[in-house]
């Protein structure tokens, strides 16, 4: 697609379900990158594909959260048990290999009540 | 962690006026970026400076690096209203993984008409 795009926009759940979010990242871009950010604060990063391996999830939380990306394009981030303080603006982004800049999505708005 | 720290951390010009963004970071870098975010969604890739250069425009934006105050400053010349966002830097960790884009918290920058 033209951009990188991330399914839902907005998800609310109750404290304790599980919940995946879903990036479509641009073809062709074999890095794609997770990052979480809360209001009055910068991205913080979680997970970093290259491919269909995770190259770096040093930045998950505690294992409650989870991706993947089984064909090295779309890539789903799962979080179990969810918990009030995962409420945040989760960001997708992908590039090219190599790095430089990234093209990020809208991002998923997750609410836990 | 943040690497990168903007300051100030809000800014409030009239359009025409010239905005100038400051960001420091800690540790050595091989390329600094700068990252604007209109209403806490996406953010889009703005500019990249490697260690090696000293000064990249692109358009209205300016971008210095400092590598020996560990610094970096983007101009943003003739300012518009639709310039209103939020601007962050960004850096990979020297020799870490190239995922691991570090943001700071970000400049808030206000453009009255």
């Known amino acids: 697609g033209a951009g990188v795009s991330q399914t839902p926009s907005n998800k609310v759940t109750e404290k304790g379900k599980y919940v995946e979010l879903r990036c479509d990242p641009i073809s062709g871009h074999t890095a794609l990158y997770w990052y979480r950010q809360s209001l009055g604060q910068g991205p913080e990063f979680l997970i970093y594909f290259q491919g269909t391996g995770a190259a770096d999830d040093s930045g998950l939380p505690n294992d409650r959260f989870f991706a993947v990306r089984p064909e090295g394009s779309v890539s789903t981030l799962k979080i179990q048990r969810t918990e009030r303080g995962d409420s945040a603006v989760y960001l997708c982004?992908?590039?090219?290999?190599?790095?430089?800049?990234?093209?990020f999505g809208s991002g998923t708005r997750l609410t836990v009540v | 962690s943040q690497q990168g720290e903007e300051d100030p951390q809000a800014l409030s010009i009239q359009e025409g006026e010239n905005a100038t963004m400051n960001c420091s970071y800690k540790t050595s870098i091989n390329n600094l970026q700068w990252y604007r975010q209109n209403s806490g969604r996406g953010l889009v890739h703005l500019i990249l400076?490697?260690?090696?250069?000293r000064e990249k425009h692109s358009g209205r934006l300016r971008v210095t690096l400092d590598t020996s105050k560990k610094s970096s400053s983007l101009l943003i010349t003739a300012s518009r209203a639709a310039d209103t966002a939020s601007y962050f830097c960004a850096t990979p960790p020297y020799g870490g993984s190239q995922g691991n884009l570090i943001f700071g918290k970000g400049t808030k920058l206000s453009v009255k008409p």
């Open positions: 400076i490697r260690s090696n250069e």
């Open positions: 982004a992908s590039s090219l290999p190599g790095g430089g800049g990234y093209t």
